[in-house]
């Protein structure tokens, strides 16, 4: 069974920087894509960023330039830089095990296991 923590929330003010960590364990066939996306009360889940088994990555506009997504494959994590923060990304951040077919744009409905979240606030 595949089991994501995630960990690294937090409150900051608007311009900080933030990482974001997610442990991995379980079996996560080799083609599947981590990501992560967000979520805010009474909003649609957002992608956020997406990187393949290639080490290819990919961003949501409003976030591009600003957040890097990476992982250790050694320590079986998946990172969030995020900088620049800005008070529109609050929301509760999830790592998620993507399957191979999604795009960034397409990401929510290809979602195959995420985490409970980690909180990110940010304050004008």
């Known amino acids: 069974q595949v089991q994501l923590q995630e960990s690294g929330g937090g409150s900051v003010q608007s311009g900080g920087s933030l990482r974001l960590s997610c442990a991995a364990s379980g079996y996560i066939y080799s083609s599947y894509s981590m990501g992560w996306f967000r979520q805010t009360p009474g909003k649609e889940r957002e992608g956020v960023a997406l990187i393949d088994r290639t080490g290819s990555t990919s961003y949501a506009d409003s976030v591009q330039g600003r957040f890097t997504i990476s992982q250790d494959n050694a320590k079986n994590t998946l990172y969030l830089q995020m900088n620049v923060l800005k008070p529109e990304d609050t929301a509760m951040y999830y790592c998620?095990?993507?399957?191979?077919?999604?795009?960034?744009?397409?990401?929510?409905?290809?979602?195959?296991?995420w985490g409970q979240g980690t909180q990110v606030t940010v304050s004008s």
């Open positions: 998620a095990v993507v399957s191979e077919l999604a795009t960034i744009a397409t990401m929510i409905p290809f979602l195959r296991f």
